[in-house]
């Protein structure tokens, strides 16, 4: 039985997450990567936005980013997660050098390698609950019956099999952010990029979401950076660094 994330027990142990028929699903590293930034700049036009930003994650570390708005805590994510063109200094996550991969191979890191979880979820409205979780995978080049096993797995998972056929607008905040994390982590990512997961959620769901990810780390063993506001979420981190006008302070 997969536990339901509304009768969560803080007694009980977390359990794994379901695995079903793991030969159908493309093997993606399994556990985390070791991430290492080195040297990274950016600039949008005049606007230097970090500077000489280093950083060091083993597999598995969970990194908490806090830091005023505008201090460039989106754009690192972005870098790291492949979103934008890295203008100077290297990111290496695993075996990969991120600002060296182009075209497929930059798609494949995107879709395989990273998930991603947004504040404003980044759900697509057209789509349900389940066609999101599945476009992820087929995207990552999933058949059809193997992505339709492991969506109702990954939305029971996170509590939401009743919801499957609902759109986005059909569900709450809560909801739609368990839907993006059923999602971000459906390739089975050995990087989770958070940023600002909570940061449109009430108190209560912002809890739920966060025993989410916390229980999703612990049973898949992924290397996870969250970018928050939220001291109460920088607090579960195992390390937690301040970004401050582009640069990083431990
Ligand atoms: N695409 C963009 N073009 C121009 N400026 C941008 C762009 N994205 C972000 N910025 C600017 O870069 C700075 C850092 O933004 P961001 O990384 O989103 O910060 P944070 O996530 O810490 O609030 C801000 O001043 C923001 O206005
Ligand atoms: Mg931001």
Avoid at 138 to 147: D, I, N, T, W
Wanted: charged residues 25%.
């Amino acid at each position: 039985m997969v536990r339901r994330l509304t009768q969560v027990d803080h007694s009980k142990h977390v359990q794994p997450l379901p695995r079903p028929d793991a030969a159908a699903v493309t093997p993606t590293p399994t556990g985390g990567v070791p991430v290492i930034v080195d040297g990274l700049c950016h600039r949008y036009g005049p606007l230097g936005v970090l500077a000489d930003v280093a950083l060091d994650l083993d597999p598995g570390e969970h990194l908490a980013v806090t830091g005023p708005s505008g201090a460039g805590k989106s754009t690192l994510l972005a870098l790291v997660g492949g979103l934008d063109g890295i203008q100077a200094g290297s990111i290496q996550v695993g075996e990969q050098l991120v600002e060296r991969l182009r075209g497929a191979e930059l798609a494949d890191y995107r879709r395989r390698t990273v998930g991603f979880v947004f504040q404003h979820f980044g759900l697509l409205e057209a789509l349900t609950a389940r066609e999101n979780v599945e476009l992820a995978m087929a995207l990552a080049g999933q058949s059809r019956p193997a992505r339709r096993r492991r969506a109702t797995d990954l939305l029971e998972r996170v509590g939401l099999e009743e919801r499957a056929a609902h759109r986005p607008a059909a569900l709450s905040g809560g909801e739609r952010q368990r839907v993006a994390i059923a999602r971000a982590i459906a390739n089975r990512p050995a990087l989770l990029l958070a940023d600002e997961p909570t940061g449109n959620l009430d108190e209560d769901t912002a809890w739920q979401v966060l025993q989410l990810l916390s229980e999703v780390r612990a049973e898949t063993g992924c290397t996870m950076i969250v970018v928050t506001h939220n001291p109460e979420v920088a607090r579960r981190a195992d390390r937690r660094v301040r970004l401050s006008r582009g640069r990083l302070i431990a």
